[in-house]
């Protein structure tokens, strides 16, 4: 949240170790998202309603500039959730590093209708027209994922609607929800309680089954607090992603000091329980990014926030770079291992893009990009970044795309490929070839990319942001000065590299008190 000139940021954290479990809300503060400093814990297990667990919620600010959290406490050895609320100790704290548990909690606690041991992570709490608050909380019941939306006049006395939010069958526990506003034609985020012919909503939904996120797109009816995902909208696995590599249980606030949404993500480890134990840490915070509705309303676009750019050092620009078939042209003069690269492509045809095999499964890219990796030679594409490559390939992180031609239409492959990225043994690592399809207009024949790379962790923005993937990577050779990051083309048609800008990234300073 944004509080009187101050970014919070509350996580989950383990205080005891790099495994699950002992999880407390962490709490950081910074004024810029990027330099951060530590505070002591803000919730942890402390009352007969947290016992057991101080799980995931929300921030909402209340009338009269009041922050107040709202979490998941469990409350007994069978995972029976309730939700909690915490409030600051002393408003006057700049930093707000104490907070309380009044003695009236739990707030909400699941009736029959509920699976208690699946109702968890509450939501930002909206303001309707009629001066009642709603939050909502997900759950499941059955293979049914749930939305279940609750009112209140005062924030203390909630009631559960007659009928969720929204629910789909067949899609599993649903946890940290998100709901929220954007605007169909501005490029302002807006405050979470907006509505009106203005705005579309967002819904998002993190799915406990395949530890993916989704969301669609829709309309939201408060005169019936339910809302409904726009016609051509994939509402299940298949449908739209917010990334499609490490990436899961994100949340967005509204940033009122510019007028902002910012989505925030958790990216898990890749590697073994004891290569986490033995390093003594597990998990980051991915750069925070900003969040807005396409013009073609059709999904949202993602850019990593302005104020990442104040860690970029030393620049290096190259221009009109032929890269025939085969070709790579390692970009020099930066930190490879800690970097941020934008680059355009362009191509004089498509003529040569290869057909769109109609056994593929048009949802599962991570599958088809295993099949057609960087190496594989096609038509137009694979063509992009090698990242955190060792100086003879041994290892590297290819990000790239590929272009099919499908019977109306040309499809584009972002993939981001984790499975070369190390020579260490994988025995319990996860490097696979994550991968999302770009719905993107090639009129003007050019394919945009932006990466940002630090040492084990690559965040590609494909198209604008059009498709985002996240790839979490150990290697061995190539680390720090021994890293290197080149432009590449394995298709049959001659690529361009229109404008490459990459940077050195500076690490950043802990915040002064």
């Given at each position: 949240m944004?509080?009187?000139?101050?970014?919070?940021?509350?996580?989950?954290?383990?205080?005891?170790?790099?495994?699950?479990?002992?999880?407390?809300?962490?709490?950081?503060?910074?004024?810029?998202?990027?330099?951060?400093?530590?505070?002591?814990?803000?919730?942890?297990?402390?009352?007969?309603?947290?016992?057991?667990?101080?799980?995931?919620?929300?921030?909402?600010?209340?009338?009269?500039?009041?922050p107040i959290i709202l979490y998941t406490g469990i409350i007994d050895k069978n995972k029976t959730q309730v939700q909690n609320y915490a409030i600051p100790a002393n408003l006057s704290d700049p930093f707000l590093q104490k907070w309380i548990k009044p003695y009236n909690n739990p707030l909400v606690v699941a009736d029959r209708s509920i699976n208690k041991t699946a109702f968890?992570?509450?939501?930002?709490?909206?303001?309707?027209?009629?001066?009642?608050?709603?939050?909502?909380?997900?759950?499941?019941?059955?293979?049914?994922?749930?939305?279940?939306?609750?009112?209140?006049?005062?924030?203390?006395?909630?009631?559960?609607?007659?009928?969720?939010?929204?629910?789909?069958?067949?899609?599993?526990?649903?946890?940290?929800?998100?709901?929220?506003?954007?605007?169909?034609?501005?490029?302002?985020?807006?405050?979470?309680?907006?509505?009106?012919?203005?705005?579309?909503?967002?819904?998002?939904?993190?799915?406990?089954?395949?530890?993916?996120?989704y969301y669609t797109l829709g309309t939201y009816f408060p005169e019936k607090d339910v809302y409904i995902?726009?016609?051509?909208?994939?509402?299940?696995?298949?449908?739209l992603r917010y990334d499609y590599g490490n990436f899961y249980a994100s949340k967005s606030f509204f940033d009122p000091s510019k007028k902002r949404r910012i989505l925030w993500a958790w990216a898990n480890e890749s590697d073994s329980k004891a290569d986490r134990v033995k390093k003594g840490w597990a998990g980051i915070q991915l750069i925070p990014r900003t969040i807005v509705l396409d013009p073609d309303g059709k999904q949202l676009l993602q850019w990593p926030v302005v104020e990442v750019e104040i860690l970029r050092g030393k620049k290096v620009k190259l221009s009109n770079k032929i890269l025939v078939k085969g070709k790579k042209i390692e970009i020099r003069g930066i930190t490879a291992a800690q970097a941020d690269v934008e680059v355009t492509f362009s191509f004089y045809s498509l003529d040569k893009a290869e057909p769109f095999d109609p056994r593929w499964d048009r949802y599962d890219a991570q599958n088809i990009c295993s099949q057609k990796g960087s190496t594989v030679q096609g038509g137009l594409g694979p063509f992009g970044l090698?990242?955190?490559?060792?100086?003879?390939?041994?290892?590297?992180?290819?990000?790239?795309?590929?272009?099919?031609?499908?019977?109306?239409?040309?499809?584009?492959?972002?993939?981001?490929?984790?499975?070369?990225?190390?020579?260490?043994?994988?025995?319990?690592?996860?490097?696979?070839?994550?991968?999302?399809?770009?719905?993107?207009?090639?009129?003007?024949?050019?394919?945009?990319?932006?990466?940002?790379?630090?040492?084990?962790?690559?965040?590609?923005?494909?198209?604008?942001?059009?498709?985002?993937?996240?790839?979490?990577?150990?290697?061995?050779?190539?680390?720090?000065?021994?890293?290197?990051?080149?432009?590449?083309?394995?298709?049959?048609?001659?690529?361009?590299?229109?404008?490459?800008?990459?940077?050195?990234?500076?690490?950043?300073?802990?915040?002064?008190?």
């Open positions: 944004y509080y009187n000139g101050i970014y919070h940021l509350f996580y989950q954290d383990n205080p005891k170790g790099a495994i699950w479990g002992n999880i407390v809300w962490a709490h950081s503060v910074s004024t810029d998202l990027i330099n951060w400093k530590r505070l002591p814990n803000a919730i942890y297990p402390s009352k007969p309603f947290d016992e057991y667990g101080c799980w995931s919620g929300s921030a909402t600010i209340l009338p009269g500039n009041k968890r992570d509450p939501t930002t709490a909206w303001l309707g027209r009629d001066g009642q608050w709603r939050i909502s909380i997900g759950g499941r019941w059955g293979t049914t994922g749930i939305s279940y939306l609750y009112r209140s006049k005062n924030f203390m006395h909630w009631v559960k609607a007659k009928n969720p939010l929204h629910s789909r069958n067949g899609t599993g526990n649903w946890e940290c929800l998100d709901f929220y506003p954007v605007s169909i034609s501005g490029k302002n985020g807006l405050d979470t309680s907006v509505m009106g012919s203005g705005v579309k909503h967002v819904l998002k939904v993190s799915l406990d089954v395949t530890r993916h996120e995902p726009d016609e051509e909208m994939v509402d299940g696995w298949n449908g090698l990242t955190l490559a060792s100086q003879n390939l041994e290892e590297y992180t290819p990000v790239f795309f590929r272009v099919f031609k499908a019977q109306n239409k040309h499809l584009v492959l972002m993939c981001s490929d984790a499975s070369r990225s190390t020579l260490k043994d994988g025995m319990g690592a996860y490097r696979p070839s994550f991968a999302g399809f770009v719905d993107v207009d090639l009129t003007g024949k050019k394919l945009s990319l932006r990466s940002l790379i630090d040492i084990s962790v690559v965040e590609s923005f494909g198209a604008g942001g059009k498709t985002c993937i996240t790839s979490r990577v150990y290697p061995t050779l190539a680390i720090y000065h021994n890293a290197h990051l080149y432009a590449f083309n394995n298709g049959i048609e001659t690529v361009k590299i229109d404008s490459l800008k990459a940077w050195s990234m500076n690490r950043p300073e802990q915040m002064n008190q």
